[in-house]
């Protein structure tokens, strides 16, 4: 008898080999490309850490939730890069991907819930996490520029579009300042 859990285990282990889509069109070799996984590992240890440092009045749970559960959409829906379909599309198939996996657990509707919450960016909880997933990518262009993977402008620029709060702003800025000095 195969337990629901160990299906969900198989599936969200999918997230430990897929790569970050954008960073192997970029030139990164598949043995330094970020996984899903590691992304995901990433975004909810930002959202710890700055919740914490600037924002406290922000859920911290539902953070960490939403920042662990936010790609499972890709499990079966792969990373799509932007362009490749319209988002209603990637939304469509992502949530497809969600149902597939959540709905098998006892707390799968409460799950889908919080990646919903994510997907429609209407809560505050929700849009500080769309920034740090963002943010995320910003820090990880950094690592790989300081490794030297060459120029990776275009994701500090990606970053730059989304973010709003000063305080993850400032992140940004000093990450560009590393960039100068380094160049």
């Known amino acids: 008898e195969s337990l629901p859990i160990i299906e969900v285990f198989y599936e969200f282990n999918h997230l430990k080999a897929l790569y970050r889509q954008g960073w192997l069109r970029h030139g990164i070799s598949k043995e330094h490309c970020e996984t899903v996984a590691e992304h995901t590992l ?3 240890l930002l959202a710890l850490f700055l ?3 600037h924002f406290p009045e922000l859920d911290k749970g539902k953070l960490i939730l939403m920042g662990l559960l936010h790609d499972f959409g890709e499990i079966y829906a792969g990373d799509i890069v932007p362009g490749k379909m319209s988002l209603a599309e990637k ?10 996996v959540f709905l098998r657990l006892p707390k799968g509707r409460d799950y889908l819930a919080i990646w919903q919450e994510f997907e429609e960016s209407q809560t505050a909880e929700a849009r500080f996490m769309k920034e740090i997933d963002r943010l995320e ?3 990880q262009a950094s690592v790989y520029e300081a ?6 402008a275009v994701f500090f620029d990606s970053a730059d579009k989304a973010l709003v709060t000063p305080e993850l702003r400032r992140i940004l800025a000093a990450l560009r300042k590393l960039r100068a000095q380094n160049s």
């Open 42 to 44: 990433g975004v909810a």
């Open 51 to 53: 919740a914490d440092e």
């Open 91 to 100: 939304h469509e198939l992502e949530r497809k991907s969600v149902e597939r």
């Open 137 to 139: 990518m910003g820090l």
């Open 147 to 152: 490794e030297g993977a060459g120029d990776l």
